[in-house]
């Protein structure tokens, strides 16, 4: 799962174990903000620690499963973050968010892999994360039996995101970008993914984990079916140029093609 592989995600014990653990967390944290229990922020600081990282919680009936593998590691938060209650994530341990970030309330995050937020972004209420990905072409489809992959998300640094805004995995939204409330990301930019880890995991994380987990392939389309089709710009990516540039030459040649059919045609009638 960590990596981008197919995983069960409805059957794998191990995997349903740490979603409800998690899910514990996050309901404490959650508690935490309500009137009839006032809590410290301090204690508040401890509790959504305890949402990222596993090794903390201290329920007596959670047993903590040290992974040998490289590619297992807790989530991470960096200073002055603020995030408003509710609050919804899967499994916690794969989110790593950086200094100085708002966070609105109800927002969810799906994170199977890596979800990194950098520092001082700006995300709005009812943003959702999916990082899961269902396999829409399997058939017979199995339900609660079926495979997911999941997918890196990566939020750079002085980002905002509008209220209500859906982005999907393997999506990379550029530093400095605007998202317009009610957007679907639909951008695939797979290139600057392995960069902005190294980037992020050196300046934002303190860990003595030499190996990272490597996101799995985006997908072969550069854009969803989705009816919104708000794309975001970028101002300081050259890969996105050159996709342009690609895009354009594509689109002349298409044309070049259909032009050629259509005087082939012209000549056969006469």
């Not at 059957?11 to 009839?36: F, G, I, P, T």
């Not at 966070?103 to 969810?108: D, E, L, V, Y």
């Amino acid at each position: 799962m960590l990596i981008g592989e197919p995983y069960l995600a409805y059957v794998d014990e191990d995997l349903m174990d740490d979603r409800r653990a998690c899910k514990r967390a996050v309901m404490h944290w959650n508690q935490a903000h309500s009137d009839s229990r006032p809590t410290s922020d301090e204690e508040k600081g401890r509790l959504f620690q305890c949402i990222l990282d596993p090794s903390r919680r201290t329920e007596p009936n959670h047993q903590y499963r040290d992974y040998a593998s490289p590619q297992a590691r807790p989530g991470s938060i960096g200073s002055r973050v603020i995030i408003d209650n509710p609050f919804t994530c899967d499994y916690g341990y794969n989110i790593h968010i950086g200094d100085d970030t708002y966070i609105g309330a109800n927002c969810t995050i799906e994170d199977p892999c890596d979800i990194f937020i950098g520092s001082r972004v700006q995300i709005g209420k009812n943003v959702t994360l999916c990082g899961s990905i269902a396999n829409e072409d399997s058939f017979p489809r199995k339900g609660s039996q079926a495979t997911l992959t999941g997918g890196a998300i990566i939020i750079e640094d002085e980002v905002i995101i509008g209220n209500g805004t859906i982005i999907h995995a393997h999506r990379v939204i550029g530093k400095g970008a605007s998202v317009r409330a009610g957007s679907v990301v639909t951008r695939v930019s797979f290139a600057e993914i392995v960069n902005f880890r190294c980037e992020f995991f050196a300046n934002n994380i303190s860990t003595n984990r030499t190996s990272h987990p490597t996101p799995s392939q985006p997908e072969t389309h550069a854009e969803s079916s989705a009816p919104c089709r708000d794309l975001i710009a970028r101002s300081d990516s050259s890969a996105t140029r050159e996709n342009s540039q690609l895009s354009l030459i594509s689109a002349v040649l298409r044309a070049a093609a259909a032009a050629k059919t259509i005087l082939l045609v012209i000549g056969s009638l006469r």
